[in-house]
Each structure stands twice: as structure tokens, then as C-alpha cells.
């Protein structure tokens, strides 16, 4: 069976001029949605949908340096957490000082793939740590992050094969039938073996009296 989880591997440094670069320009297009969004609440009362929005970044891409596809992604998130904390504004993302926001581009299923040995998205080569063989994977979606420190990481969403658990051998049966249902789908005659049992057993269950 399938099951998708999510691999994590460090970008290496040499990239990190060029990710700061995207980063720079996913915040910028974070702040335009947010402005436009805001607008259409407070002059329209329209609440605009990331569908709503992709006309409004349609071809900007080129322009930013960014996959096309990554402005559309900018745009599913921020809907997703405008709905989520209810607000008609959110957060303006920072790209200096000393809140600055760490670094985000989200990657849409099929914009990024292993490629030479290396992750390629956006026309650009990304040498990683490549800790799980990931030329065994298909890419879905996913995003490179930074963290505190600075440092970068390709995280994306793959799908694996999972062995189904197996039990353990043991079988349950239910001594109160005549024929007895296991639970392996199988049948056995109940042969009440535990009646010869019930005197030694109602004897053991009396409580020893104390001597006079």
C-alpha cells in the first residue's frame, strides 16, 4: 500500500545567495495579496480566493525570478491562513531587520525534480545532503525553508510502499459457543474443556478461614 510522508535534506551553503533572492521575492508577492486581499474586504466586502488572485500575478514570474507555479502556491497559503486566523489582514512577511522573516518558497507538485543528482527547480541545479536516495522518489509538493541559523532545506512530499502490520499468530476464540468462531475464520468444536475445572476452581475462590 501507499502511504506519502515528507523527506527533509539540507541545502547545501553555495545556494543560499540565490534562495535569499526568492525569498525576497515570495515576500514581496505575500505583501501584494495581502494589500489586495484587505482591499477587497474592507471596500467590496469580498473575500477573495486564491483563484480570485492568480490573474492579479499572472506572468509575474519571470519578473521575480520565481516559478509560475510558486505564485500560485503563495496564494493557496495565504487563503488557507486567512481562514484560519479569521482576519481580514495578515502579517506582513519581512525580508530584513531584526524580525525578519526566515526564508520560504513553496514548490508546487511536478516543479521540482532529482535531476544530475542534484534537485533542479526554477532552471536552477540545488546541491543537497541527499540522505534517502531520493532519485528512488517521485517529487510532489513541497517548499525550501530556512531555519534560525540560516541554513536551508528542501522539504518534499513522496510516496512510499508500506507493508501492511501482520498479527502476531495468535488466535481469539469465544468459549461460550457450542462451535466456536475463531478469529482467523476458521472453526472448532467446543469441547468445554474448562467444566471439568469449576469445583477446583469455586474451591480455590473460597476465602481460608482462620483457626479456633
Known sequence: MKQTKTLKVRVKDKHAAELNRMARSVNFVWNYLNELSSRAIREKGLFLSAYDMHPYTKGAGKDLGLHSQTLQCIAAEYVARRKQFKKPRLNWRKSGGVRRSLGWIPVNTGAAK?????????????????????????????????????????????????????????????LGLKDVPCSDGGRLENSRFYRRMEDQLATANVPATSGG
Open 114 to 174: 532529482w535531476k544530475n543528482g542534484q534537485v533542479f527547480h526554477n532552471g536552477t541545479y540545488f546541491k543537497v545532503w541527499d540522505s534517502y536516495g531520493l532519485s528512488t522518489y517521485k517529487f510532489r509538493a513541497g517548499s525550501f525553508n530556512e531555519d534560525s541559523r540560516g541554513r536551508w532545506y528542501f522539504n518534499v512530499a513522496v510516496e512510499v510502499d508500506v507493508q501492511p502490520t501482520l498479527g502476531q499468530g495468535a488466535v481469539g476464540i469465544d
